[in-house]
């Protein structure tokens, strides 16, 4: 079951770029290359990621040609992000593009744009962004720079991110009557003071580490006390390239799912004509259209640069993440035992859709923000 856009929804150009970027995913990240990639201590292959900036550019799509990528939008970039979905891509594309690109994009520094986003463009950089989670990270002067020291869990790719971009505190010592909130960092990935560990992950297509610093050097990116706004904004894209991501795997499980029910025959006949399958499959169309739909407001909303861009990007995420957990569900339950082995990728899809609930909040977090964003 293939999906589909809305009548008028994409362009030829846009279409064509989809057909091309899922024939390369079909040749280097079918089933197979995943699950090698994801027993590998660093879960992806360094020669495809440069094979995917060279060929395809798909580092440096939304990246502004000044800095080296092709300006393109977040309905080009939604596209990938479907399709990288749809293929469980083993490789650091959400964590760079989606949170370290787009953080040094909205940090408005010139500087720091024309020095790094090229390498990331060029399939040169593996980059990050550690969110600051943890209160007792902070970073204060050191001559000229800074250092950063405390310790930052669950960084998506920090154990093999060339460039780790850190939201935190500054010392309360230093220039206090300019701080007015967290600041952004930039540390080289091979820092002094740096200590990278991978962690367990119940998805392990999607690899996470805790990143300890010990009084690492460090960059300003941005203005001090800066960083909150640019989180803001950085989080709100992410969230909503995420949600196209969960939209393509959440297309191809319920692919999978209708494949297996015409296929399997249970008492002379295909458990799709039975209506207890039949139904559960309709369903799953309706939540993943719904999905679509929310997703593309969303996508629309960024590229028009909206003031609506925060709710859309709510809503978004509250319609993908429970459209593919559910989704991911019901291929299991189509597939029956067989669904839940190991050889299966099912499995493989409901894990990535359980990752992803909790990944930049929950559900439950983001109709929290829709509430307060409506005044509710």
């Known amino acids: ?8 929804i994409h362009t030829d150009e846009q279409l ?34 440069r094979r995917m900036a060279s060929e395809l550019g798909l580092q440096g799509l939304s990246i502004p040609e000044e800095y080296g990528g092709s ?4 309905i080009e970039a939604g596209l990938v992000f479907e399709e990288a979905g749809r293929a469980l891509l083993c490789a ?11 953080a040094l994009l909205r940090s408005g520094d010139t500087a720091a744009c024309k020095e790094l986003l090229p390498g990331i463009a060029a399939g040169q950089t593996v980059a990050t ?13 050191r001559g000229d720079g800074w250092e950063i020291t405390g310790t930052e869990k669950y960084v ?34 091979v820092a002094s003071g740096l200590t990278r560990a991978a962690l367990p992950t119940l998805d392990q297509t999607r690899k996470q580490a805790r990143l300890t610093f010990d009084a690492a050097p460090a960059r300003l990116i941005g203005t001090q006390g800066g960083a909150e706004p640019v989180l803001e904004q950085t989080l709100a894209t992410a969230a909503v390239l995420l949600a196209a991501e969960q939209v393509g795997a959440a297309s191809k499980a319920l692919e999978l799912a209708v494949e297996y029910a015409g296929l399997r025959v249970q008492y002379g006949r295909p458990i799709g004509s039975f209506q207890g399958v039949k139904h559960l499959c309709a369903d ?56 839940f082995t190991w050889e ?25 923000r829709v509430a307060s964003l409506l005044g509710l």
């Not at 091309?20 to 990621?49: I, Q």
């Not at 962004?129 to 002067?141: H, V």
């Not at 060339?162 to 930039?186: H, I, Q, W």
Request: charged share 25%; aromatic share 8%; glycine share 8%.
């Open 344 to 368: 299966h990728p099912a499995h493989l899809y409901f894990k990535r859709a359980k990752s992803s609930e909790v990944l930049l909040g929950t559900p439950a977090h983001h109709r929290g």
């Open 16 to 49: 064509e770029l989809r057909k091309v970027v899922r024939a390369f995913l079909d040749r280097h990240s079918d089933e197979a290359e995943v699950r090698r990639l994801l027993a590998t201590e660093d879960g992806f292959d360094r020669a495809l990621w």
């Open 71 to 74: 300006g393109f939008g977040y």
């Open 129 to 141: 962004l550690a969110l600051g989670r943890d209160p007792t990270t902070w970073a204060r002067r």
């Open 284 to 339: 799953l169309v309706v939540e993943l259209e719904a999905a679509n739909s929310a997703l593309y407001d969303a996508l629309w909303s960024l590229d028009a640069g909206s003031e609506d861009v925060a709710l859309c990007a709510a809503v978004a995420r509250v319609f993908c993440t429970e459209a593919y957990t559910r989704i991911a569900g019901g291929c299991i339950q189509v597939h029956g035992g067989i669904g």
């Open 1 to 8: 079951m293939a999906r589909h856009a809305f009548p008028g």
């Open 92 to 102: 650091p594309y959400f964590a760079t593009v989606a949170l370290a690109a787009e």
């Open 156 to 189: 998506p790719d920090g154990h093999v991110a060339d460039l780790v971009l850190v939201v935190c505190d500054t010392d309360a010592d230093t220039d206090s009557d300019t701080e007015t909130g967290p600041s952004l960092f930039a540390v080289d990935g």
